[in-house]
């Protein structure tokens, strides 16, 4: 199986020789995986074309790798665990023998809807074991998936399905969160609206909400099931073949559909999953996020399939029926890793830490966070109750873009150090570069997060524009490729990511992450989150507009403000205090739980005019709110 580094010095060993001889390195690496041809040439690269190929001349299948080769002696192993929205419902294990028939029948079902090798196939499934198989199926017969996460509305839907030219789309009837029930269906009718190369629409029952189905275009799964059978060779993928397609949004412009490909994709997460969380062959791992986004693909599929795990699936959300209900999970299925965003843990962090006391956490080994900087508060929390002071955590670094885990420490074999991502991952070198565009050299810096070597599973172009992909992530920098993140190392290498550069804020001429300010800002007691923008000032250039969310039962005055300032000149220095603080009740979110900061700048601008389009956040009423108590 996959490589395991299991020290530090090995993490260390395997670094260099990553570096020094990354061919080598990655070969070996892609030995231990089933081809059905290898590979002519490991890697050949430019970045001012750009144009990276990785294992080029293999021939594959990922499904063979995720599923066919575990089934000797993993075929009773389970597979997934699935946890349902209500607790009270049924729990559903699919073994990998269990899981590949599946993804055999649905892979034949969906070739006798018309699917073919190198179609777009848009998923649009809540967070049940079909969305898994419906995007292994898709990868079983050489149709590229695009997964979008079934929380975007109609428009948001069109507008992925036309940009990838899909042929089919696949949904159900509803889903489930929390005490909602969701008409997924009738959101998909009103966006084919605007799709012309939609033929089929293939509907799983699931909630057996009343659905219309449109004569010709519409079939339900289980009546299409029951036509196939399980029998269906895998079909021989390229190693640059497409895989999948997945949506991200830019900070400008449309969402970029990011292009992912086999070979080098497989190999990446496989290995990243393998050691960042250090997984062992009975381990029960679960990663919170939906599969609609790229941790999920990477860390509930992919790499946990291709290392034979058992990766858990939790279709509902953390404060349903209570906010105690990670914990129960974890407990319920003995859960050994667990993976989650620090904005799922400030939110719980706010619940009766009874909550979190009653569960018996004892089974976790590792714990995960992705998605933005970890503040140091929750970091603790984190660690002191949910890990014991004995789960190490690995403050994962990465994007939609890089298709894997970047930076982190590597559960428990490398150091950790609160709020910091630390070391690059084998085959990662990262480099930070100056506001004049040049690398800066010495260990000790700040400054914008860039890539100066081409790694397995980076993405290859945004389909259909790959001008644009050259001018967002390889023009800002000769040969290199731009995360637009901002990133400060210390002596000893490790990284901090200090968030997007865009969110980098210049006060009177002193460069300010706003990570780091917030940070200080909700270590006050009575602060659960905040976020801070700049707005134009006379003198200053920019100054600092705090949006504070407060426990309930607090009141926000100016006693308070007073504090967080004196909090903020003590932690980092007067230059960081804060012109104005705005209490809010929330701050406006995708769905994905980033904060819209483009809309937080523009109301502390005062602009009220041209917000943009906030029907895609998940609590676009917060807006109202804020604009009504903005600080002139
Ligand atoms: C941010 C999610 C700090 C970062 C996998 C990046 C992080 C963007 C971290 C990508 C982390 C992700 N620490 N910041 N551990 N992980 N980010 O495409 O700004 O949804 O560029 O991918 O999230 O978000 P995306």
Redesign the pocket.
């Known amino acids: 199986m996959i490589k395991q580094i299991t020290s530090f010095e090995e993490y260390k060993e395997a670094y260099k020789q990553s570096i020094q001889n990354p061919e080598q390195f990655w070969g070996d690496i892609a030995d231990s995986f089933t081809w059905k041809k290898k590979w002519d040439n490991v890697l050949s690269w430019d970045f001012e074309k750009p144009e990276v190929k990785w294992f080029d001349g293999a021939q594959l299948n990922i499904t063979e790798n995720c599923l066919d080769r575990h089934l000797a002696e993993r075929g009773d192993k389970t597979a997934i665990i699935w946890e349902p929205n209500d607790p009270k419902d049924d729990v559903i294990k699919l073994t990998y023998k269990e899981l590949h028939q599946k993804v055999c029948s649905f892979a034949n079902m969906l070739k006798n809807n018309g699917a073919k090798k190198g179609d777009r196939i848009c998923i649009y499934l809540p967070m049940v074991p079909e969305l898994a198989i419906a995007a292994l199926a898709c990868a079983r017969i050489g149709a590229v998936h695009s997964i979008v996460f079934a929380g975007f509305s109609a428009s948001a839907l069109s507008s992925r399905i036309n940009d990838a030219t899909c042929n089919l789309v696949i949904t159900s009837d509803g889903s489930y969160r929390g005490t909602k029930t969701l008409d997924l269906k009738s959101i998909v009718d009103e966006a084919l609206e605007s799709c012309s190369t939609i033929e089929k629409s293939l509907v799983l029952k699931y909630t057996n909400g009343a659905v219309t189905m449109k004569p010709n275009r519409d079939v339900w799964i289980h009546e299409e099931l029951t036509k196939v059978d399980n029998n269906c060779p895998a079909e021989v993928m390229n190693a640059e073949d497409m895989l999948f397609i997945l949506y991200?949004s830019g900070s400008t412009g449309k969402p970029k559909g990011m292009v992912h490909t086999c070979a080098g994709y497989m190999v990446y997460s496989t290995f990243t999953f393998k050691n960042v969380f250090q997984y062992e062959e009975e381990d029960v791992y679960w990663c919170t996020a939906d599969i609609g986004?790229?941790?999920g693909h990477s860390y509930i599929m992919y790499g946990p399939l291709a290392n034979g795990a058992t990766t858990l699936m939790f279709e509902g959300v953390p404060t349903y029926p209570d906010g105690g209900r990670f914990w129960e999970v974890v407990a319920k299925h003995k859960v050994n890793q667990f993976y989650t965003a620090p904005t799922a843990i400030r939110a719980l962090e706010k619940q009766p830490i009874e909550m979190v006391e009653k569960h018996d956490l004892s089974s976790l080994k590792v714990l995960g966070?992705?998605?933005?900087?970890?503040n140091a508060e929750a970091w603790h929390w984190y660690d002191d109750h949910i890990g014991k002071n004995n789960a190490p955590i690995v403050?994962?670094?990465?994007?939609?873009?890089t298709g894997g885990i970047m930076i982190?420490s590597l559960g428990g074999v490398t150091p950790q150090q609160p709020t910091f991502?630390t070391l690059p991952l084998p085959g990662i070198q990262p480099v930070l570069m100056d506001a004049e565009g040049k690398e800066i050299k010495s260990q000790e810096a700040e400054g914008r997060l860039a890539i100066k070597f081409p790694w397995p599973s980076m993405a290859r172009t945004i389909y259909g524009d790959h001008k644009r992909y050259k001018e967002t992530y390889f023009s800002a920098y000769a040969n290199k490729y731009f995360?637009?993140?901002g990133a400060l190392r210390d002596a000893n290498g490790n990284y901090r990511?200090t968030?997007?550069v865009d969110d980098v804020i210049i006060v009177s001429g002193h460069n300010l992450g706003t990570a780091p300010i917030e940070d200080v800002i909700n270590e006050h007691d009575d602060v659960v989150e905040s976020a801070i923008v700049g707005f134009p000032h006379d003198i200053k250039g920019s100054a600092l507009y705090a949006y504070v969310i407060l426990h309930d039962n607090v009141e926000g005055n100016d006693e308070l403000r007073k504090e967080i300032n004196n909090q903020i000149s003590q932690a980092i220095g007067p230059i960081a205090k804060l012109d104005k603080v705005q209490f809010v009740s929330g701050l406006p979110k995708t769905r994905?739980g980033?904060i819209m900061r483009r809309i937080l700048r523009k109301v502390a601008a005062n602009e009220f005019d041209n917000l943009g389009d906030i029907s895609t956040l998940l609590n676009p009423e917060v807006v109202e709110e804020i604009i009504g108590g903005v600080l002139v």
């Open positions: 991200t986004w790229i941790t966070s992705v998605g933005e900087p970890i403050d994962t670094w990465w994007q939609t873009e982190s991502a995360t637009g993140d990511i968030g997007r994905s980033k």
